[in-house]
């Protein structure tokens, strides 16, 4: 992302701004920590409920299934009525999304549980990052790597106070209960604060809603970002679902000592996207995507070729790379979805985030799938070449001047 120049435009006055921008750490940071509540009692819930793995993975196809028709839905709402509502709906159904697990007496419930809380977390991730493009360009530089970062920090106090209440021995339910009101509590703090149609200037909206288009045109920008999002997010999720596992299986370490390998990426992934927005600012939006997505190769080749060359210090030395190369790409790529000019910035928004949401559920299965044949370090080089596609279609992230104004991505 890169500002407009100095000589062209004043400074903004962001005095007013420090509210909305507040509440949308707000928003991020209530979805990271209502999946991270979900995440660490799922042994409970499993344990509880009787299932299998199989079971328990297909059921968790659901949460998936929820998340991307809300986010199909959300983007045309959004345009219609604003963020604020679909945030407020979103929130309440994460909220009710958390807690049914802890309720649930058998596996359709259990399915119809993650149902709505993918619902909820679809909602809110659609309404989050329209109103994450809205305030950074009133902002007048880059902040969007750092609303993201906040989602990783929320998903780490989901994932701590899980920890803490489970070690003090409060049951399922309890916990599951404790973690709904803190997401309640957070969005009851964050939605007051949030910019309505009304006090967003920059952002005019018509007046006939039933106007707007509800789908943009399939441009080959359009497509670009998507594609990279799918990508370079799928990318993402071959780390969170089976680093730890390649430490094990072909590097031989025990379970405890390979769950460094998340730590380091999942680490570099949040100090990556503080760091990212004055980079930002500085050298523009394509020179992070382009020189991030060839950080991100280097790092996951290195993760490749450690088993041979330097085994596990290698190993995270190779995660904290892939995950400081990811961490800033997809915040340009979301803000340049929201800046793209089009009548529709929250449809548009939503297939985008829907292309990276897809890529993230499917990457474990891909390189599941791949490893089958060909080992799981081998299957790593996959995402490496999906870098490659980072650095090949970067340039669809730098600002036009048919985008809207103030910062563009």
């Known amino acids: ?101 802890g309720l649930a007496t058998a596996p359709w419930h259990l399915g119809a549980a993650l149902f709505v809380l993918g619902l909820g977390n679809g909602a809110v991730d659609v309404a989050m990052n329209e109103q994450a493009v809205v305030v950074e360009r009133a902002w007048g530089r880059p902040i969007m790597s750092s609303f993201h970062a906040f989602f990783s920090v929320g998903g780490a106090l989901g994932a701590g106070l899980g920890a803490v209440l489970q070690a003090a021995g409060l049951a399922l339910l309890p916990t599951l209960a404790v973690g709904a009101v803190v997401v309640a509590v957070l969005a009851l703090v964050s939605l007051p604060s949030v910019l309505t149609r009304s006090t967003r200037s920059a952002d005019p909206a018509p007046e006939n809603p039933a106007a707007v288009p509800t789908a943009p045109r399939p441009t080959g920008r359009l497509l670009a970002l998507a594609l990279m999002a799918f990508l370079l997010m799928l990318a993402e999720g071959t780390a969170n679902d089976w680093s730890a596992l390649q430490a094990v299986e072909d590097l031989g370490r025990s379970a405890a000592s390979a769950s460094l390998a998340y730590a380091a990426f999942a680490v570099a992934m949040t100090a990556g996207r503080f760091a990212a927005d004055p980079v930002a600012h500085r050298f523009g939006p394509v020179s992070v995507v382009r020189i991030g997505s060839a950080l991100a190769a280097v790092g996951m080749l290195v993760v490749v070729l450690s088993p041979t060359a330097g085994g596990f210090p290698l190993t995270l030395l190779g995660w904290v790379v892939f995950g400081l190369g990811l961490s800033g790409i997809v915040p340009q790529i979301f803000t340049a979805a929201g800046n793209l000019g089009v009548a529709n910035p929250g449809v548009t928004i939503s297939r985008v985030v829907s292309a990276g949401y897809v890529g993230l559920l499917a990457g474990p299965a891909v390189i599941g799938w791949l490893a089958g044949g060909v080992g799981l370090t081998t299957a790593l080089v996959l995402p490496l070449v999906f870098c490659g596609v980072g650095i090949a279609l970067a340039g669809a992230v730098a600002p036009r001047a048919a985008d809207r104004g103030g910062v563009v991505g």
């Not at 909305?20 to 819930?45: E, S």
């Not at 929820?66 to 407020?88: H, I, N």
């Not at 979103?90 to 697990?101: F, K, M, R, S, T």
């Open 1 to 101: 992302m890169s500002s407009t120049p100095a000589a062209a435009t004043a400074a903004p006055d962001r005095s007013a701004l420090w509210r909305p921008r507040v509440a949308v750490v707000g928003l991020f940071l209530l979805t990271g920590l209502a999946l991270a509540t979900w995440v660490v009692n799922i042994p409970g819930v499993q344990e509880r409920l009787g299932i299998s793995h199989g079971v328990l993975g297909g059921l968790l196809l659901l949460l998936g299934a929820g998340s991307v028709v809300a986010m199909q839905a959300s983007g045309p709402l959004v345009d219609r009525v604003g963020s604020r509502p679909v945030a407020a709906v979103g929130a309440v159904l994460l909220v009710v999304g958390v807690l049914l697990p």
